[in-house]
């Protein structure tokens, strides 16, 4: 009995420990953010950006949120050997966003990479102050095989373009090293997909990019910080649903945006629905509360692909911790 007794005493002080060392770090992560709207990046910040990649980006005003696309249009890719588009998911970007109390920033990045290429950019980016928050596939049966590294560091908007663009500068990532763009597809999204329909069922409407039409939908339930900022939507915080192919013989691959109650009720709906689950993992570092991210692949008729898109965005916001107890 004296042996047990010591034992729980030991278990409890420990974890009491842990709790204590953990503390300074959640309270970092978890400040309240300031009232009000997070300061706009200025018009100078943004030539700054843009002259640091080369390439003009997007400024979206609703979630003071700059963002240059990456694509990596010098790569033919294939699942189960079927030539698909490059916006069909394999398409990197860059964004930028401010501190909501306006004195530091954030930059976040989804690059896309061949195996041998993600190596040599983790070593760009811890040289030049930047760190890394994830590596991860998100696809099944592509060919070549394709990793996805998430980015991010803290600074000045000025500070953190140079830095960023220095990171990728040597990779295909950067836009001077990216072939030409060729002649747009005269055949559209548009024309490969009934729009209205889709649109119906997934209650958005999408965008035409090329011959994809995709949906990216946020997260308006919830609040999410990390490191002082607001993610949103253009910050890399949503789900989305990419249309490839035709009507009737489509592929669609997506990413869902999770607190971690969710997660498996999302994946038991994913598999209702016949589509794929491929991964399951984080994006980021430091975000209160934690987001899990899932990645997903289907092939058949796009009406029939949508509905399975929709009916995950459905459970989102639902799911309770029931599933998790032990």
Not at 65 to 94: C, H, Q, S
Not at 140 to 158: L, N, V
Request: without cysteine; proline residues 6%.
């Amino acid at each position: 009995m004296k042996t047990e007794s010591n034992r729980r005493t030991f278990l409890q002080t420990t974890a009491l420990a842990g709790t204590a060392l953990l503390l300074p770090i959640n309270r970092l992560n978890a400040l309240p953010l300031p009232a009000g709207k997070t300061p706009p990046i200025t018009a100078d910040e943004i030539a700054a950006i843009d002259a640091a990649l080369g390439k003009k980006g997007t400024y979206k005003d609703l979630e003071q949120v700059y963002t240059t696309p990456l694509p990596r249009n010098d790569l033919k890719m294939k699942i189960k050997g079927e030539a698909v588009p490059i916006p069909f998911g394999f398409g990197g970007w860059v964004s930028f966003k401010k501190t909501a109390d306006g004195k530091s920033a954030m930059v976040m990045s989804d690059t896309v990479l061949q195996m041998e290429e993600v190596n040599p950019l983790i070593s760009a980016a811890h040289a030049n102050g930047l760190e890394i928050a994830a590596i991860h596939n998100h696809f099944f049966y592509e060919e070549p095989r394709i990793f996805y590294m998430h980015i991010h560091g803290m600074g000045t908007i000025a500070d953190l373009a140079k830095k960023y663009a220095a990171t990728i500068r040597d990779s295909k990532l950067f836009p001077a090293n990216q072939p030409a763009p060729s002649a747009p597809n005269p055949v559209t999204g548009k024309e490969n997909f009934d729009l209205p329909s889709l649109d119906a069922i997934v209650k958005y409407t999408g965008t035409v990019n090329g011959p994809t039409y995709k949906y990216t939908v946020g997260r308006a339930d919830l609040r999410i910080t990390a490191m002082g900022v607001e993610m949103t939507t253009n910050m890399g915080l949503n789900s989305w649903a990419s249309f490839a192919g035709k009507q009737d013989d489509a592929h669609i691959a997506g990413d869902i945006a999770m607190l971690q109650s969710e997660v498996n009720s999302v994946i038991k709906t994913l598999r209702a629905h016949n589509l794929e689950v491929v991964a399951v993992h984080n994006h980021m570092l430091g975000d209160e509360p934690h987001m899990i991210f899932l990645h997903y692949y289907g092939r058949g008729n796009a009406t029939t692909l949508a509905q399975g898109f929709r009916a995950a965005l459905d459970v989102l916001g639902k799911a309770s911790m029931s599933g998790m107890k032990m």
